[in-house]
């Protein structure tokens, strides 16, 4: 038995798997729990990060306008399933205007490192890179300067420093729809200035694992157990019909996180229900975010779904590690 460390929360949102399911990782049976029209000036909602806040949840959410322009909006819910998510996006504060300059932001992750939460998104400055902002309340944010250079996406925190440095994953990319992407570590003494890069984990060329042959990308905040982190993160395949977003899990080690301990060959979840394989985007489901409860192992997946909508999924820190165990990739 696997051992998530962290707090317990018995009240996070959880369906047992259903009779017959012999996957690792099963559907909400309401999905999707956000629709893309849930704010008035919504084209979709999706790719976005939630987290436990006072007595309920909070989140921070990738809406696109009917502009098709990309943002991020704040957003609060008492189950973590229903969600009332702000009008109007979130407003940066900073030190230097330069900075907070909005050119665009979307695919955010948030993570409570020792006293408050940070964001970290998919950040336009003449180019894609990783902002990097905190708040402790959902209602005021405050921009830090940009973990990199353009070109990067996914940028997503470890959730404790590692031998007092903070850690960050990120997939290095492009300026544009990335036909390529390994995931790399960075890490910082005070989350502004970033080096000593690792690299973590590639494709797989051939078809051992095709389902991760074009690209990979971390996905929520890598979850801490007894044997490791255990990293979520999205592979891509190019077919003649388009890319497919496909859900997978590694496990990395505790002090030196760039170190992989095992991988799934296997995917853990495809696009195969019509909100995923339909939309803005088609046939895509992209983890984001991911509540545990230390006390139970159990792990529930926030995703999005063909860039549209927002998907939930359930799955435990066993059903993920004897995945591992059972479909083994060479590491």
Partial sequence: MSKIIGKSLPGMPWQERPEGCERPIWRYSE??????????????????AVVPFGDGYAGVFRCDSLS??????????????????????????????????REYR??????????????????????????????????????LE??????????????????????????????????????FLSQSPDMEYWGHHRFVMGTVPGDLSAWQ???IGPG???????????????????????????????LLD?????????????????PEMIYEQAGDVPNVVFPCAALTDADTGRIAVYYGCADTVTGLAFTTVD????????????V
């Avoid at 322009?69 to 189950?79: E, L, N, T, Y």
């Avoid at 409570?112 to 950040?123: A, F, H, M, P, V």
């Avoid at 850690?167 to 544009?176: A, E, I, K, Q, V």
Wanted: proline share 7%.
């Fill in 31 to 48: 999905n999707p729990i956000i629709g893309r029209h849930e704010i008035p000036i919504a084209n979709s909602i999706f790719n976005s």
């Fill in 254 to 270: 505790l002090e030196e996180p760039w170190k992989v301990k095992m991988r799934s060959r296997y995917y853990l979840l495809a």
């Fill in 213 to 215: 042959s074009m690209k």
């Fill in 146 to 183: 940009n973990a990199f250079l353009p070109c990067n996406r996914n940028g997503v925190l470890f959730p404790r420093k590692i031998n007092g440095k903070y850690m960050m994953l990120s997939r290095p990319s492009d300026n544009g729809h990335t036909p390529f992407g390994d995931i």
């Fill in 68 to 101: 098709v322009s990309m943002d991020i909006f704040a957003g609060f819910s008492k189950d973590a399933v229903h969600w009332e998510i702000n009008h109007e996006p979130v407003t940066f504060m900073g030190e230097d205007g330069e900075v907070t300059k």
């Fill in 106 to 143: 979307y695919d955010p992750r948030v993570t409570w490192i020792e006293d408050r939460y940070y964001i970290t998104w998919c950040n336009g400055y003449h180019g894609p890179t990783i902002g990097v902002a905190y708040t402790y309340d959902f209602k005021e944010f405050h921009q």
């Fill in 220 to 250: 929520p905040c890598p979850i801490e157990t007894d044997e490791g982190w255990i990293l979520i993160y999205h592979g891509v395949l190019r077919t003649c019909s388009g890319y497919v977003y496909r859900m997978g899990c590694a």
């Fill in 319 to 330: 059903n993920l590690m004897d995945w591992m165990k059972k479909y083994p990739m060479p």
